[in-house]
């Protein structure tokens, strides 16, 4: 079943650049956050940034000053651009939806609705 596509996942070298896409498939109209998650092999599922429907944004830690999120409410599309790569932001990256509390990215269980993913490799 497919809920959400990612795309635009691929391979970079460190300092480089990607932007993942989401496009919302088979998702009920009233959910209101789209997040996006990340998952390296041996590692928990973590949260890397999330918009809600009112166009507020946050960031992990990790994500913060060089991911972007954002969306395209005409295609029901969101984004997540990501600059300056490095190694350690390899995993595969998933876009979620859900409607948790603030849209907190704090629980994966808490987002319903899942893409199959679309994996990041990044170089040193």
């Known amino acids: 079943q497919v809920q959400l596509v990612e795309s635009g996942g691929g391979s970079v070298q460190s300092g480089g650049s990607l932007r993942l896409s989401c496009a919302a498939v088979?998702?009920?109209?009233?959910?209101?956050?789209v997040a996006w998650f990340r998952q390296a092999p041996g590692k928990e599922r973590e949260g890397v940034s999330v918009?809600?429907?009112?166009?507020?944004?946050t960031y992990a830690d990790s994500a913060k000053g060089r991911f972007i999120v954002s969306r395209d409410n005409t295609e029901n599309t969101v984004y997540l651009q990501m600059n300056n790569l490095k190694p350690e932001d390899t995993a595969m990256y998933y876009c979620?939806?859900?409607?948790?509390?603030?849209?907190?990215?704090?629980?994966?269980?808490?987002?319903?609705?899942w893409g199959r993913g679309t994996q990041v490799t990044v170089s040193s």
């Open positions: 979620a939806a859900g409607s948790p509390w603030g849209c907190s990215i704090d629980r994966p269980s808490a987002y319903p609705y």
């Open positions: 088979r998702v009920p109209d009233s959910t209101y956050c």
């Open positions: 918009i809600s429907r009112g166009g507020t944004t």
